[in-house]
T-cell receptor, first 116, second 109 residues
Framework: GAVVSQHPSWVICKSGTSVKIECRSL??????MFWYRQFPKQSLMLMAT?????????EQGVEKDKFLINHASLTLSTLTVTSAHPEDSSFYIC????????????FGPGTRLTVT | GQNIDQPTEMTATEGAIVQINCTYQ??????LFWYQQHAGEAPTFLSY??LDGLEEKGRFSSFLSRSKGYSYLLLKELQMKDSASYLC??????????WGAGTKLIIKP
């Protein structure tokens, strides 16, 4: 149990375009989902916390107008990178917290974004 | 501020034992997690400690001392597949995970 999927697993896009990444909890309900970014050889950086039915909470330094987060249901959160630039190229990972579980976060497999 | 320290890199030999330490200073404490992350992959859960003491799970054990703000992950009978980064994370008073930078473990034959 406790499986989280992400789609797509990798994407290449041109500078200036937008990319949407989906995060789904497949066998549990998640009131809270988290979006992380990880650059090569660096640790996870929390970008935002997404709560179902409400606005996401962004970490300091993360532009909410550039990284749009929507958590429309208990099993789906989306991250849209708007007007992507090469410096947005990174590994984006989502995680979900089980509504009935402990505070353990279950991670999706990640999405590798390359902006050319 | 909130701070989690763990060594950047460690090297060990296949079949041996290695201990990865983690010290933390956070606003509140609601548990400590260890995750394993292979290169290019997402983290996977290893252990969760909220009370003092040792939790054993197969070849992996995790220890916690809340009074010292200290934890370690002990890996026994090391295998080549254990080469990965090991992330220590603390759940603070707001139930938010505070992540360490991770320890890259290199296993040599």
């Amino acid at each position: 149990g406790a499986v989280v999927s992400q789609h797509p697993s990798w994407v290449i896009c041109k500078s200036g375009t937008s990319v949407k990444i989906e995060c789904r909890s497949l066998d549990f309900q998640a009131t809270t989902m988290f979006w992380y970014r990880q650059f090569p050889k660096q640790s996870l950086m929390l970008m935002a916390t997404s709560n179902e039915g409400s606005k996401a909470t962004y970490e300091q330094g993360v532009e909410k107008d550039k990284f749009l987060i929507n958590h429309a249901s208990l099993t789906l959160s989306t991250l849209t990178v708007t007007s992507a630039h090469p410096e947005d190229s990174s590994f984006y990972i989502c995680s979900a917290r089980d509504i009935e579980g402990t505070y353990e976060q279950y991670f999706g497999p990640g999405t590798r974004l390359t902006v050319t | 501020g909130q701070n989690i320290d763990q060594p950047t890199e460690m090297t060990a030999t296949e079949g041996a034992i290695v201990q990865i330490n983690c010290t933390y200073q956070t606003s509140g404490f609601n548990g400590l997690f260890w995750y394993q992350q292979h290169a290019g992959e997402a983290p996977t859960f290893l252990s969760y400690n909220v009370l003092d003491g040792l939790e054993e799970k197969g070849r992996f054990s995790s220890f916690l001392s809340r009074s010292k703000g200290y934890s370690y992950l002990l890996l026994k009978e090391l295998q080549m597949k254990d080469s990965a980064s090991y992330l220590c994370a603390v759940l603070d008073s707001n139930y938010q995970l505070i992540w360490g930078a991770g320890t890259k473990l290199i296993i040599k034959p």
